[in-house]
């Protein structure tokens, strides 16, 4: 099966400009989720969606972070207006609640943003 | 708080030899733990999960409750096993992981 897939693959901002991520999860998996990796940080979990419904986004920092999953498929993820504390690998995860992958999440290759 | 801590930031070892690497959680639940790895220039994918209680690719994990850990073990290394490991938790049923800060092991020949 074809895995998540996320664009752009790298970005380079100035700060105080937005910027916006793509997540395309696999086929048929509901729940999709977006992670933040700091370098030499494991990744943090900062929204979850179920469908286009939200079930987590108590890490997403609202001021400036939001998220959609209109359709339930893809998402976008969007800063506006971005920090210098915001570089990070943005990664997109998906996962099928049904057979036996129930308790595995598939990853993208992540979207690595530098803010100057 | 919950969290998982995973002591050593970089580990090395020789090919051959015995691998260990150590993850010790906080958590006030029934704990559901999972070992991710990432090969150079490839995706985070699952490793192994401790419900099932299986050995992939010769690594092997036990959850200790009594110690609070989910040690990550291997009897003989290969060079192939150089990657960055994490040890994650999921904090509850629709899989809201939280995850270590990563292991990069390296593999010497």
Redesign the interface.
């Known amino acids: 099966e074809a ?2 897939a996320q664009s752009p693959r790298y970005k380079i901002i100035e700060k105080r400009q937005s910027v916006a991520f793509w997540c395309n999860p696999i086929s048929g998996h509901a ?1 999709l989720y977006w992670y933040q990796q700091i370098l ?6 900062l929204i ?1 969606f ?1 469908n286009n419904g939200v ?2 986004d108590s890490q997403l920092p609202k001021d400036r972070f939001s998220a959609e999953r209109l359709k339930g498929v893809d998402s976008t993820l969007k800063i506006q207006p971005a920090k210098l504390e915001d570089s990070a690998v943005y ?1 997109c995860a998906s ?1 099928n609640r049904d057979g036996s992958s129930y ?8 979207t690595r943003l530098t803010v100057l | 708080a919950q969290r998982v801590t995973q002591p050593e930031k970089l580990l090395s070892v020789f090919k051959g030899a015995p691998v260990e690497l150590k993850c010790n959680y906080s958590y006030s639940g029934s704990p559901e733990l999972f070992w991710y790895v990432q090969y150079s220039r490839q995706r985070l994918q699952l490793l192994l999960r401790h419900i099932s209680r299986e050995s992939i690719k010769g690594f092997t994990a036990d959850l200790n409750k009594g110690e609070t850990s989910f040690h990550l073990k291997k009897p003989f290394a290969q060079e192939e096993d150089s990657a960055m490991y994490y040890c994650a938790l999921n904090l509850g049923g629709a899989q809201k992981l939280v995850f270590g800060q990563g292991t990069r092991l390296t593999i010497n020949p």
Not at chain 1, 40 to 45: M, V
Not at chain 1, 103 to 110: A, H, K, R, Y
């Open positions: 895995g998540v729940t030499g940080q494991g990744p943090k979990l979850q179920q079930v987590d990664l996962r308790n595995e999440q598939f990853f993208g290759p992540g």
